[in-house]
């Protein structure tokens, strides 16, 4: 057979596609004094190299897990929160950038009373606490995070402003 057309046929034919993503992850946390303290907790995964990175840690995998959950934890007073990804201690509200996502935590007055006085914004969706335990998760694919969901929350219906 022809090299040329040995090559022209082995240039046709698919080689494996390896996606990777890296989310730095940028965000604040803030105490109920107001002071501000920035984090950094993201993502990587290098599919080649079977290599995924949580916050500052790399771990070797054999396939992108499906999932990561953080836990965010009210405390019995319901006047700050802990989540331990983010900051050794307790906090009052946190901002967090990971690619095109925003998650973030605000406590205000709502009309009637929510548990804490808490809003969980995930993108454009808003959430009240439930529970003092409330999972966040996000759900990885190939090309980086498919969705974020939390559990132990309920849809701000609008009816609380």
Known sequence: MNKYVLLACASMMSTPCFADFDFVGKGTTQSATGEQKAFSFGFGWQADK????????????DSL?????LALVLSKDEKQVWLQEFHNGWFESFYWELGDHVIRLDKREFDPPV???YELKIDDRSFFLMNNNVAITLNFSEDGIESITATGVNKNMGTKD
Do not use: V
């Open 50 to 61: 079977g290599k995924l990175r949580i916050g500052k840690k790399t771990y070797d995998m």
């Open 115 to 117: 548990k804490g006085n």
């Open 65 to 69: 897990p499906e999932s990561y959950s």
